[in-house]
């Protein structure tokens, strides 16, 4: 019961864990960016949860397209002001010092105007645990969970199903062939950012109903994501998914049968042993620039 | 080649003896804050020296190196208040040596399966490594990470110890600078900016591309350990969270990129800068300390992609040119 109780609550977390990761999987599978600022956008996200939940009374689990609109646009400008530019001056490698840039900038501004407070979204139908065949399940967590599945999946239909998903697959095989079938490479790098950007909003305002959380969190998401990726396989929801919920299961494992102090730890040996042993992860397929 | 390579820069080196000598009289003539200040200038040039001699030199950027610094720290640490005590500068002259021993082969352990890493894959493996290191040490307890260790007091001639330190460390900014140099300037360095250019081609040249990163990536923990060492006494008192800082290790790569990155002024200009304008000018505005940072990088990589030295040089060409 110990353990079937420890894999539910992994699972919960693994949802909220491959949905905060997907945007980071997009972009590094689709442009070779990592972005360090990942985890900053998950915490606007869940801060602009927490303004509509404590000023307008709104569920959270309502206000998630309007935080996916806000940080889309947000991400749009950011990729073609800002991360074009340095990947064309510079190189990938210096992208990665603009992006720890901006999370700087981002952490600073949610302390400055949200103050370095723990905050946390209530919504009313938390406290009330369920019993489910002798597991017990808080239903916020099972709506957390519930959410970040639609989420995912609704992703994995645009990418596969809809035209800009072709647009996007078909840049990131390789630009140059996409361009000369008439794709304007820079406008769907743009928009790749944006609909990650939305994802990772969207990740926080449901991380806002399930964890307590402060703007210096912003560097644990952003390692998150970097582990799931590395375990599922980059540029894919579904390697994302996969990724995020063995997170989860590891994590709260861990905890149960090492010590609450290991999770961590036991985190990045994974990360580093999977980068070592198949860098591409389980479901991935090598992308330029792995080797 | 070194000799021919002194010749050629004698008066770089002489400039570079000049500022040395002069920095050894600072102590005398500043307030302890800037003696502090000069302090942290001479950290961060030697750390983001040890950190080119893998990163500028053969283009494996490191994101991890502060996990040496802590590893020297803490092997130091708890050699020197288990083992040593009442002999300050003996248990010092050993940690030191340990310090530098323990990160080396910590560095030659995982040397093997991280070196196949390229890129940005090997950027990460060392920074997940990095953190793996300082959870452990932190959740650990005979490790000390979170309770904190505090070093034995060293004291000498009867300076203040701010100025002791600056000493120890403008002492070891200035072998590191000279094997650096050295490096640079021999078979192996030029093996390893063959390694830089292009990897595939310089093995397939005959460059032991293997032997020559992994020298190098365990030259440059064993530096960086001892610099926590010394890093470790100058704090007094150490915990995880004071030497196993992931800013370390981002610092010792914005201070090479602003100054340059593969040449040796390059970590002194850009520390110098970034250090003074952080510590001194921003000193006050500590809300948006962070905030100020974040956009000096930002601009950094728009405006002088390759560093100081890499923006004197288009300008002196265009110059030439006119």
Known sequence: MLALQTIADGLVLGGLYALSAVGFSLIFGVMGVVNLSHGALVMVGAYLAWFFWHALGLDPLVTIPVVMLCLGAFGYVYQRGLIQLAVDRSSHVASMLVTFGVALMLRNTLVLVFSPDLRSITPSYSGHPLLLGGIVIDPVRLAALGASLVLLGALALILNRSRMGRVIRATAQQELAARLCGVNAHHVYGLTFAVAAAFAGAAGAILGIVLPFSPPDEGLWTMNAFVVVTLGGVGSPQGALLGGLLLGVMATGTSQLIGPAFPNAMMFAVLVAMLLIRPSGLLGNAFAGSR | ?322
């Open chain 2, 1 to 322: 080649m070194l000799v021919a390579a002194v010749r050629r820069r004698a008066w770089w080196i002489l400039l570079g003896v000049v500022l040395f000598a002069a920095a050894a009289f600072l102590p005398f003539v500043t307030t302890p804050f800037y003696v502090r200040v000069g302090q942290l200038v001479l950290l961060s040039s030697a750390l983001g020296l040890a950190w080119t001699l893998l990163g500028g030199f053969a283009g494996y950027w490191s994101f991890g190196n502060s996990a040496f610094i802590g590893l020297g720290a803490f092997a130091a640490g708890i050699f020197e208040v288990e083992l040593m005590k009442g002999q300050p500068w003996l248990g010092f002259a050993l940690g030191l040596l340990l310090g530098a021993a323990i990160s080396g082969l910590a560095a030659s352990v995982v040397a093997w399966p991280i070196l196949r890493l390229r890129g940005i894959y090997f950027a990460v493996a060392m920074l997940g490594i990095s953190q793996v290191l300082a959870e452990l040490n932190n959740n650990i307890d005979i490790f000390k990470g979170s309770m904190g260790l505090v070093l034995p007091r060293l004291s000498a001639f009867g300076l203040r110890p701010e100025a002791l330190y600056f000493y120890l460390l403008l002492i070891a900014t200035i072998l590191i600078t000279i094997l650096a140099f050295a490096i640079q300037h021999s078979r192996i360095g030029a093996g390893l900016m063959a390694i830089r250019e292009d990897e595939d081609t310089a093995r397939m040249l005959g460059v032991p591309t293997e032997r020559y990163k992994v020298t190098m990536f365990i030259a440059s923990a064993a530096l960086t350990g001892a610099l926590g060492v010394i890093y470790a006494h100058s704090l007094g008192y150490i915990t995880t969270s004071s030497v196993y800082r992931t800013e370390f290790s981002l610092n010792m790569i914005v201070y090479n990129l602003l100054g340059g990155i593969g040449t040796l002024i390059g970590p002194f200009l850009g520390s110098a800068i970034m250090v003074i304008l952080t510590q001194v000018v921003l000193g006050r505005l500590l809300s948006i300390h962070m905030f100020v940072t974040g956009a000096l990088l930002v601009l950094l990589v728009l405006v002088a992609p390759k560093g100081i030295t890499g923006l004197v040089r288009a300008l002196r060409q265009r110059w030439s040119a006119r």
